[in-house]
């Protein structure tokens, strides 16, 4: 009993004992598991931390960023700014520019706009110098001749300037001055020698040889040659050559008799009828006859500038027959 007992005991003993060391590892266990839970929270709460603290670093590295891509942007609109002003700043200097330069060419309009006015008047007066100076040049009224030379079969007039030195020469050479017969005649930059005897011109470089003649510029049927018409001066009886066509004696004497009042045996004209032609002389004045075409000329342009419409006025006014009309053609 006592060994049992004691064996009881013993058991108990031993129960309690592994109880309590049961108990000692449950609670230790329970320590253990706390302390692994707590670390777990720790841990758990430390890895919301550092996300919390990884997202924070995220949006500021990003809020970083949006910074930095904001003072990029500012620096660029700043440049680009600055580059507006230069702009602006082109564009108004070119606009003051732009407003000068049109000033200055409405005030050159304005001077084109005189310079043309005057350079009409200045047209129309060398027009009417130039058309003088032709007139000179082809009717010869300045010195009684127009020279030309002969090229290619056709005949060509000199320049005014040649014309004006040939013109002195050929009077030299009509006058008989030794030496005259030939003269070294530069016009243009090339020299010519003429040969008033011979009427021909000489190239002094190429040695080409040419004709030469005068044309005193008067109607065909004068009968001065041109020395002649050239070589008059004040004397009248150089002026008159004695007509000879019979012809032209019948239409004046036609003319005589039955012009004005030759028909009215009470006028003092009918004495004409009793009038005979002795002699007919026509005037052959080259200075006048030029000085004639050239008024002529020129009241033919004023009619045209000035649209003047001129009708031929009637010959024949106080004759009984149409003599003058008739007698035109002489």
């Given at each position: 009993m006592d060994a049992a007992d004691t064996l009881s005991k013993q058991l108990a003993a031993e129960t309690q004992k592994r109880q309590n060391a049961e108990m000692l590892c449950l609670q230790t266990l329970f320590q253990k598991a706390t302390e692994l839970a707590v670390e777990r929270d720790a841990r758990k709460t430390s890895e919301g931390l550092s996300a919390s603290l990884q997202e924070?670093?995220?949006?500021m590295s990003q809020k970083l960023d949006e910074l930095v891509d904001e003072k990029e942007k500012r620096k660029s609109a700043e440049e680009l700014c600055t580059t507006l002003k230069r702009q602006l700043a082109t564009m108004i200097q070119a606009t003051q520019e732009l407003d000068a330069e049109k000033a200055l060419r409405k005030a050159a309009e304005d001077h084109v706009?005189?310079?043309?006015?005057?350079?009409?008047?200045?047209?129309?007066?060398?027009?009417?110098?130039?058309?003088?100076?032709?007139?000179k040049s082809v009717s010869g009224f300045s010195h009684g001749a127009t020279w030309q030379y002969e090229i290619d079969g056709r005949w060509e007039a000199f320049t005014p300037e040649a014309t004006e030195q040939m013109h002195q020469a050929y009077l030299d050479y009509l006058?008989?001055?030794?030496?005259?017969?030939?003269?070294?005649?530069?016009?243009?930059?090339?020299?010519?020698?003429m040969?008033?005897?011979?009427?021909?011109?000489?190239?002094?470089?190429?040695?080409?040889?040419?004709?030469?003649?005068?044309?005193p510029g008067v109607p065909?049927?004068?009968?001065?040659?041109?020395?002649?018409?050239?070589l008059q001066g004040n004397d009248l009886g150089s002026f008159y050559k004695e007509e000879a066509d019979p012809e032209i004696w019948e239409a004046?004497?036609?003319?005589?008799?039955?012009?004005?009042?030759?028909?009215?045996?009470?006028?003092?004209?009918?004495?004409?009828?009793?009038?005979?032609?002795?002699?007919?002389?026509?005037?052959?004045?080259m200075r006048l006859w030029h000085r004639y075409?050239?008024?002529?000329?020129?009241?033919?342009?004023?009619?045209?500038?000035?649209?003047?419409?001129?009708?031929?006025?009637?010959?024949?006014?106080?004759?009984?027959?149409?003599c003058m009309a008739e007698c035109q053609e002489f």
């Open positions: 924070q670093m995220n949006r706009a005189v310079l043309q006015d005057v350079l009409e008047t200045v047209t129309i007066e060398k027009d009417e110098l130039k058309t003088q100076l032709q007139q006058k008989e001055i030794p030496g005259s017969q030939h003269k070294t005649i530069c016009s243009g930059g090339v020299a010519r020698v040969d008033f005897e011979l009427m021909q011109q000489k190239h002094l470089r190429t040695g080409k040889t040419r004709s030469i003649r005068a044309l065909p049927v004068w009968e001065s040659s041109v020395p002649d018409l050239l004046i004497q036609y003319i005589l008799d039955s012009s004005g009042h030759a028909q009215d045996a009470w006028s003092d004209c009918s004495c004409m009828r009793r009038a005979w032609v002795q002699s007919v002389h026509r005037i052959e004045n075409k050239m008024r002529l000329d020129t009241m033919r342009r004023d009619h045209a500038t000035y649209k003047i419409s001129v009708e031929p006025a009637e010959l024949d006014l106080d004759g009984v027959f149409p």
